[in-house]
């Protein structure tokens, strides 16, 4: 016997059982709420909007399915390409991506392509 009680190695330290007691070990994940979503996109469904992510890219394609945590499935999808010297810029080139899963982490901006359009930007000083 040692002087910390318990006769076998390790005593009564450290709480003997192993695997958490009641500290969260998966259970009932019934009775926790499911996340809700963000957005409402089931009216963007088969659909082509266009997506921008947190790296600078941006697709366009046809929405056809997406979960609460914004992670998409896009179809027929486009990347638009940027400019070499100035990656704010995108460029006339595209590169046809087809089916793609986007994750939700990355995106920034989801916009339907019908009714977009294109504004010259007004913060930038205009020469008259």
Do not use: H, W
């Amino acid at each position: 016997m040692s002087a910390q009680g318990g006769g076998e190695r390790g005593g009564d330290r450290g709480g003997g059982d192993r695997g958490g007691g009641d500290r969260g070990s998966g259970g009932d994940q019934k009775d926790r709420k499911r996340k809700e979503s963000i957005l409402d996109l089931s009216k963007y469904l088969d659909k082509p909007i266009r997506v921008k992510f947190s790296g600078g890219r941006e697709t366009a394609g046809v929405l056809k399915g997406y979960d609460p945590l914004l992670n998409l499935v896009l179809d027929d999808t486009t990347e638009y390409m940027r400019d070499a010297d100035d990656s704010y810029k995108l460029t006339e080139e595209t590169r046809t991506l087809g089916l793609v899963v986007c994750r939700g982490t990355s995106v920034v901006l989801i916009c339907p392509v019908e009714g977009m359009e294109s504004i010259p930007n007004p913060f930038v000083a205009q020469d008259s």
